[in-house]
């Protein structure tokens, strides 16, 4: 068991099943030493967990779940890619998306799920540069996308 999946346990955590592309796009793509993830959203089993418009239908504590979730299926697609997750060395960038009410002020907060998650199982190399950014829909309405770029050891 690779040294993030040991402190995903110590957490409570396991990694879903790779989510399938929902389009004509690839679960991931290694150049060099460069691990490009797409956005995932918060689905599990090919179930939205987290549906409908952050700042109305959801609280914010409900999109950070959602993001934290995003970021466990960019995990599981990270190894399904690598096959180890401590092949990862750092995360780079973090970009995430979140389906919000116009006018909407805390993308950040909710983005926040996904991140500290990885600061939590990586420490120092889980921080990344990010946007978070509110937006008016989101595939299946989901609450939160999140896209990852990682450097590879």
Do not use: W
């Amino acid at each position: 068991m690779s040294r993030i999946e040991s402190k995903l346990a110590e957490l409570g955590l396991t990694l879903p099943a790779p989510p399938p592309p929902g389009g004509n796009y690839l679960p991931f793509r290694v150049e060099g030493k460069t691990l490009y993830l797409p956005g995932a959203i918060p689905s599990r089993e090919g179930k939205i967990q987290f549906a409908g418009k952050v700042g109305d239908e959801l609280t914010i504590e409900q999109g950070y779940e959602s993001a934290r979730l995003c970021a466990l299926n960019l995990l599981a697609c990270a190894k399904l890619a690598l096959g180890d997750l401590d092949r990862i060395d750092h995360v780079i960038s973090v970009s995430g998306f979140v389906n919000c009410v116009a006018g909407f002020p805390d993308s950040p907060k909710v983005i926040n799920g996904a991140s500290d998650l990885l600061v939590a199982l990586m420490g120092d190399d889980g921080r990344h540069v990010r946007a978070a950014v509110g937006v008016a829909g989101l595939p299946a309405n989901s609450a939160t996308e999140v896209q990852m770029i990682a450097a590879l050891k």
